[in-house]
């Protein structure tokens, strides 16, 4: 699962920096390419609640290998774009489908115990890293030949292509799923038996009872139980943890924002040096994801104490880049911001599965994406308001929302540890 990961977001990568010059050069408006690049937020923002929860109905094999090949196809049409209408119609099903590193991540946490859970998705997060920083100067190199986006986008395809081909062979079999042991809060890490014509069908647990559904049954019953689903995590007292995902998003987002030109405003750098120095973070990034494992057992697996160390480590170091007084304390902010907000990434990921339950583990991780869909639709309003004021404006504010974001977790504190899903026992 770490190499369709990776090879997901290299050919991801390739293609999405080059996609602005390419519907310029199909003589889109500045304007026309933003809606259809707000189109496809909006079309990712309401899918993937939808395609999380349909991943728990009939199965991560069925669910990831449609995404993939629907994904696939989007690539393909986008090859072939030689009109905005094309462009436009190319994006559709990648808005929708494009959520196969959600559920990679949700198949992971059926696989593994909760233990090992923030290491696995901290080393599967690594992989999709290195994609993400290899993948644009592939992209960048093959444009300069002849048909160059085209050329690019059909490599894009085929690597979803052969991502299929590899989930395909994966050895499914209902018996790493299907038995009394595997509860909230205890998972088997057997290893997965080859077994013909049989898929890995998500289980409904309830009182240690296992229901696996179809993946062939009738659309309309898909279609409630992925509603039914849906109101039940709605009417969930997940709340806070959702609102801290929101206020945490929105908090990385809006450091990011104007980073380039602040730091331009502020200390006369070039976009060169930003750009290298965005590039050495996202590095440490997938170094601090290789380094979750003896960093969770230092905290005793506790995930509460972890995010809420993390969250405020990252809020102090934003503070230090908003109140930076030489491009050092910048450089040395963006050192540290890096594992940071790495390591609260994967913790409010776990912590949204332990408390949520594992038996829907596609549905939480589909309406956590949501949640940070709207924070990128908040994120810039919020920028732009703030920038008016100073080119310091959005990490001040940042500041403010992650403080929010700590309160909020300091006041449902007792609630996660009386729990006992937060600290997990030793086995």
Same mark, same amino acid.
């Given at each position: 699962?770490?190499?369709?990961? &990776?090879?997901?977001?290299?050919?991801?990568?390739?293609?999405?920096?080059?996609?602005? !010059?390419?519907?310029?050069?199909?003589?889109?408006?500045?304007?026309?390419? @933003?809606?259809?690049?707000?189109?496809?937020?909006?079309?990712?923002?309401?899918?993937?609640? &939808?395609?999380? +929860?349909?991943?728990?109905?009939? @199965?991560?094999?069925?669910?990831?290998?449609? +995404?993939?090949?629907?994904?696939?196809?989007?690539?393909?049409?986008?090859? %072939?774009?030689? $009109?905005?209408?094309?462009?436009?119609?190319?994006?559709?099903?990648?808005?929708?489908?494009?959520?196969?590193?959600?559920?990679?991540?949700?198949?992971?946490?059926?696989?593994?115990?909760?233990?090992?859970?923030?290491?696995? %998705?901290?080393?599967?997060?690594?992989?999709?890293?290195?994609? &993400?920083? !290899?993948?644009?100067?592939?992209?960048?190199?093959?444009?300069?030949?002849?048909?160059?986006?085209?050329?690019?986008? &059909?490599? +894009?395809?085929?690597?979803?292509?052969?991502?299929?081909?590899?989930?395909? %062979?994966?050895?499914?079999? =209902?018996?790493?799923? @299907?038995?009394?042991?595997?509860?909230?809060?205890?998972?088997?890490?057997?290893?997965?038996?080859?077994?013909?014509?049989?898929?890995?069908?998500? /289980?409904?647990? $309830?009182?240690?009872?296992?229901?696996?559904?179809?993946?062939?049954? *009738?659309?309309?019953?898909?279609?409630? $139980?992925?509603? /039914?689903?849906?109101? =039940?995590?709605?009417?969930?007292?997940?709340?806070?943890?959702?609102?801290?995902? !929101?206020? %945490?998003?929105?908090?990385?987002?809006?450091?990011?924002?104007?980073? *380039?030109?602040?730091?331009? =405003?502020?200390?006369?750098?070039?976009?060169?040096?930003?750009?290298?120095?965005?590039?050495?973070?996202?590095?440490?990034?997938?170094?601090?994801?290789?380094?979750?494992?003896?960093? $969770?057992?230092?905290?005793?697996?506790?995930?509460?104490?972890?995010?809420?160390?993390?969250?405020?480590?990252? +809020?102090?170091?934003?503070?230090?880049?908003?109140?930076?007084?030489?491009?050092?304390?910048?450089? !040395?902010? *963006?050192?540290?911001?890096?594992?940071?907000?790495?390591?609260?990434?994967?913790?409010?990921?776990?912590?949204?599965?332990?408390?949520?339950?594992? =038996?829907?583990?596609?549905?939480?991780?589909?309406?956590?994406?949501?949640?940070?869909?709207?924070?990128?639709?908040?994120?810039?309003?919020?920028?732009?308001?703030?920038?008016?004021?100073?080119?310091?404006?959005?990490?001040?504010?940042?500041?403010?929302?992650?403080?929010?974001?700590?309160?909020?977790?300091?006041?449902?504190?007792?609630?996660?540890?009386?729990?006992?899903?937060?600290?997990?026992?030793?086995?």
């Amino acid at each position: 699962l770490f190499l369709p990961s &990776f090879q997901d977001l290299f050919g991801v990568s390739m293609v999405v920096p080059l996609m602005n !010059l390419h519907i310029k050069s199909l003589g889109a408006s500045p304007t026309v390419a @933003g809606i259809i690049g707000s189109l496809y937020g909006i079309m990712q923002l309401f899918s993937s609640t &939808f395609v999380g +929860c349909w991943s728990d109905i009939v @199965g991560r094999r069925y669910s990831l290998l449609t +995404c993939i090949l629907l994904s696939a196809l989007g690539y393909f049409i986008l090859g %072939m774009s030689t $009109t905005v209408y094309l462009f436009a119609i190319s994006r559709v099903p990648v808005g929708i489908f494009k959520h196969t590193l959600s559920i990679s991540k949700a198949l992971l946490s059926d696989l593994v115990s909760e233990r090992d859970r923030p290491l696995v %998705m901290g080393r599967f997060n690594a992989a999709s890293s290195v994609g &993400f920083i !290899l993948g644009p100067v592939v992209g960048g190199y093959l444009t300069e030949l002849k048909d160059g986006f085209y050329q690019t986008s &059909f490599i +894009c395809a085929s690597i979803f292509l052969l991502n299929a081909g590899l989930v395909w %062979m994966l050895p499914w079999s =209902e018996e790493n799923t @299907g038995n009394g042991k595997h509860k909230l809060g205890k998972k088997r890490t057997d290893s997965i038996t080859a077994k013909p014509n049989c898929d890995l069908q998500l /289980k409904s647990v $309830t009182n240690g009872t296992v229901v696996i559904d179809s993946p062939f049954q *009738s659309p309309w019953v898909q279609i409630v $139980t992925v509603l /039914k689903r849906i109101k =039940e995590i709605a009417c969930s007292d997940l709340w806070d943890i959702f609102l801290v995902r !929101l206020l %945490m998003s929105v908090t990385i987002l809006l450091y990011h924002s104007n980073f *380039s030109l602040a730091l331009e =405003e502020r200390f006369g750098v070039k976009p060169l040096f930003s750009g290298y120095l965005m590039s050495y973070s996202s590095s440490l990034g997938v170094l601090a994801g290789c380094l979750l494992g003896p960093i $969770t057992r230092l905290y005793q697996h506790n995930t509460y104490r972890l995010l809420l160390h993390s969250s405020t480590f990252t +809020c102090t170091l934003i503070l230090l880049y908003a109140s930076a007084l030489s491009i050092w304390m910048v450089i !040395l902010s *963006s050192t540290f911001l890096a594992f940071s907000t790495t390591i609260g990434r994967t913790c409010i990921i776990d912590l949204e599965l332990t408390i949520g339950g594992n =038996e829907a583990s596609g549905t939480l991780l589909g309406v956590g994406q949501s949640v940070t869909s709207v924070g990128r639709i908040i994120a810039p309003l919020l920028s732009g308001i703030a920038q008016e004021f100073s080119p310091c404006g959005p990490p001040s504010l940042a500041v403010g929302l992650a403080l929010l974001a700590i309160l909020i977790m300091n006041v449902n504190k007792q609630k996660y540890c009386s729990s006992g899903n937060v600290k997990l026992k030793n086995r």
